[in-house]
């Protein structure tokens, strides 16, 4: 026990945390000002099972009979036959080679052909249906545009919306408002609620980079939070849900084959995406942090600081690396004519893998793939 209290004695040294000179008791909440505390990154945790199942409700009594009406297909594919030497050799290899089909074929007594009918049924019967895929960005979709209204309510009147200087303004002695304090409390609750649901939500190529995206947004929330950075904080996450509200509903649309629709939501979310995530981002929230920042607090900066610059680098790193995939994707799709294909489709039959993970990033996400679809599509009027 003796250890323990002075491992977290080490740990929540204010040296680490604030500026110097500044204690953990210089920031305790009064009548006057409420200021952020740490032991609330406790309470997002279970308010992400109130959020799992508000998700639930929303996806069954809400976007399910969406899809149906609009006509998506809520069925599985056939199931394959079962067969033991073909079930291990597919979860062995999901890309088997000609020889490899040749020598199963030779084994069973059946012909190639046999086997790569199997194979074809096998593969598809682990893809969801396009209706559950449907639903899910339904719900992402109905959560970006909640929480980005929300945040505009809550920091509509704030100076430092307009103005990030005033993000700095009397640092680390800036109060939080209860809006503040469940704009904050809300997003970090979403994010656990994705960090659970990932293990049985649909199963996409760009698993663990989300997995990592989520552990890095997290780490964020939290780490601005403990600092009381959450004024710039709030901005960054209101900035990174814009984007996302015309990805889901893009993907959404694509799924009901409204797809002059999808074209056009998906040209809004490039727009947006270079804007937010490669203009504002770097130029307006980065270089506050990193240049305003220490001149306009004239304190030296703290570890925490520094770590926390670095993980807003590291975003910004990925955000460039998804642009260069959406611009690649974005141009492909303007030589097709069309974005066709699925968006942020499981098919281990896409030629090109890496343009299927490209933009389910922050949260982000992926783009529709511009492969040939034989399939035609109803366009929206």
Not at 115 to 131: C, F, G, M, N, Y
Not at 266 to 286: H, M, N, Q
Not at 358 to 372: E, F, R
């Amino acid at each position: 026990m003796v250890s323990l209290q002075s491992f977290l004695d080490k740990f929540w040294d204010p040296n680490i945390w604030l500026p110097p000179n500044i204690t953990w008791a210089d920031l305790q909440s009064s009548d006057q000002v409420e200021y952020t505390n740490h032991k609330d990154l406790l309470y997002p945790i279970p308010m992400a099972l109130i959020v799992l199942v508000i998700r639930y409700c929303f996806e069954k009594y809400c976007f399910i009979p969406i899809g149906l009406a609009l006509g998506i297909k809520g069925s599985k594919p056939k199931k394959a036959v079962h067969n033991d030497i073909l079930e291990k050799a597919f979860k062995q290899n999901l890309k088997l080679k000609h020889k490899n089909i040749a020598g199963l074929a030779k084994q069973l007594d059946w012909s190639e052909r046999q086997v790569e009918r199997w194979l074809r049924l096998r593969r598809a019967q682990d893809k969801p249906s396009t209706l559950v895929k449907f639903t899910e960005n339904g719900w992402r979709f109905t959560y970006y545009s909640s929480a980005f209204i929300y945040g505009l309510y809550v920091l509509w009147d704030k100076p430092w919306l307009w103005d990030t200087d005033v993000c700095w303004v009397n640092y680390p002695y800036q109060g939080v408002t209860s809006g503040e304090w469940w704009y904050y409390m809300g997003s970090a609750s979403f994010y656990w609620s994705l960090m659970a649901s990932q293990f049985y939500d649909v199963k996409r190529k760009d698993f663990w980079q989300m997995f990592a995206h989520h552990v890095l947004t997290l780490g964020l929330i939290s780490l601005s939070w403990i600092c009381n950075f959450h004024r710039i904080g709030s901005l960054t996450i209101l900035l990174h849900d814009f984007a996302d509200i015309f990805l889901e509903f893009a993907k959404m649309a694509k799924y009901a084959r409204y797809q002059k629709l999808c074209d056009l939501v998906f040209v809004i979310f490039t727009i947006a995406w270079l804007t937010t995530r490669t203009g504002i981002f770097p130029f307006v929230l980065i270089y506050s942090t990193t240049v305003r920042g220490p001149i306009i607090v004239n304190t030296p900066m703290f570890p925490a600081y520094y770590i926390f610059n670095g993980l807003l680098f590291f975003l910004l790193g990925l955000h460039l690396f998804w642009t260069y995939l959406i611009l690649k994707i974005a141009k492909s799709a303007l030589s097709a004519g069309q974005m066709e294909g699925d968006i942020r489709s499981s098919s281990s039959e896409l030629s090109d893998a890496s343009a299927n993970s490209a933009l389910m990033s922050g949260d982000h996400n992926s783009t529709p793939s511009p492969k040939k679809s034989p399939e035609k599509t109803r366009n929206s009027q």
